[in-house]
Every structure is written in structure tokens, then in C-alpha cells.
Nanobody, 111 residues
């Protein structure tokens, strides 16, 4: 059973930055596609970014150019660098690997 633990959320002003991390254990991480999703209050969970085992990333249009997904296979970690944050980025952010989910980390963007 894989375990995923997200960290790095918090409260930030518009225009600020945060870096989320997801530490993965219990599977051969290097061979898995990993994804970040987010869920705002009263909204459906939505796709944010994806990275394949080779390190190629794909992004939702809403975050393209502001967010960067990366992975460190030696540390079994996937990260999400979020820059120029907007209030509409406020959500709980989840990582997903091999259909396993973490518990989420709250990101709040507010002045």
C-alpha cells in the first residue's frame, strides 16, 4: 500500500509563491506518472499538473506559466512550485501516484 504525504501549504498574499512537496513510499516511484490535483470549497477536484517518469510535465491552462512540477526519483518526491499565486488558486492540493492519494495540503491565497 503506497503512502503519500503532502506538505508545504499555507497562507500567502496574491502574487506570492509556495512550494508543495509530496513524499511517496510503498511503490517503485520512479516508474509512475504523478499528478497534482486541487479542490476548492464546493467545487469538483480538478487536475493541476502531471509529470511522467522521464520528467516531462503537462499543466492545466489555469496554471500554465505559473506552476512547475518536478520530481526527484532518488528522494521519492514530487514537487509543485507555485508562483504568482492568485485567490482562485485557493484549494486543498492533493498528489496522486498509482491511483493512491495523499491527505492534501491547504493553500490559501488572500490579502
Amino acid at each position: 500500500q503506497a503512502q503519500l504525504v503532502e506538505s508545504g501549504g499555507g497562507v500567502v498574499q496574491p502574487g506570492g509563491s509556495l512550494r508543495l512537496s509530496c513524499e511517496v513510499s510503498g511503490l517503485q516511484f520512479r516508474w509512475y506518472v504523478t499528478r497534482w490535483f486541487r479542490q476548492a470549497p464546493r467545487m469538483e477536484r480538478e487536475f493541476v499538473a502531471f509529470i511522467n517518469h522521464a520528467g516531462a510535465g503537462v499543466y492545466a491552462d489555469s496554471v500554465k506559466g505559473r506552476f512547475t512540477i518536478s520530481r526527484d526519483n532518488a528522494k521519492n518526491t514530487v514537487s509543485l512550485q507555485m508562483n504568482n499565486l492568485k485567490p482562485e488558486d485557493t484549494a486543498v492540493y492533493f498528489c496522486e501516484v498509482g491511483v493512491q492519494w495523499g491527505q492534501g495540503t491547504q493553500v490559501t491565497v488572500s490579502s
